[in-house]
Nanobody, 133 residues
């Protein structure tokens, strides 16, 4: 089964930038390119929020309105990683960030959204992002 490991979380000042990585394993490269991968985040005391997702190159990525214009998602198929590029970070971006995928190859990411956990049932352990004011 596909496995996911996040990295890149850190403590940064408001206005700073970070790049989170989601390393994908236990799938062939060919299969990896067909998996939709998403980023979610959960702040203390708040519900899980879908931040961004990306599918294959025939479909555009989804970016949540709350981060549009500041965050981007990309994938590097050569190394089987999906990245969340975060700029203009704000204290309200403080959260644990998770990458997630369906447990089978399917279309789970739509450019128009919404991004929900419905089809995402394989999760990484999370990486902490803290933005100081």
């Amino acid at each position: 089964q596909i496995q996911l490991v996040e990295s890149g979380g850190a403590l940064v000042q408001s206005g700073g930038s970070l790049r989170l990585s989601c390393a994908v394993s236990e799938v062939t490269l060919d299969d990896y390119t067909r998996y939709d991968i998403a980023w979610f985040r959960q702040a203390p005391g708040k519900e899980l929020e879908g931040v961004a997702c990306i599918g294959d190159y025939t479909r555009g990525p989804y970016i949540a309105d709350s981060v549009k214009g500041r965050f981007m998602i990309s994938r590097d198929d050569a190394v089987k990683k999906v990245y969340l590029h975060m700029t203009g970070l704000k204290p309200e971006d403080t959260a644990t960030y998770f990458c997630a995928a369906p447990d089978t190859i399917m279309v789970a990411c739509y450019a128009a959204g919404p991004l929900t956990t419905t089809w995402y049932n394989v999760w990484g352990q999370g990486t902490q992002v803290t933005v100081s004011s």
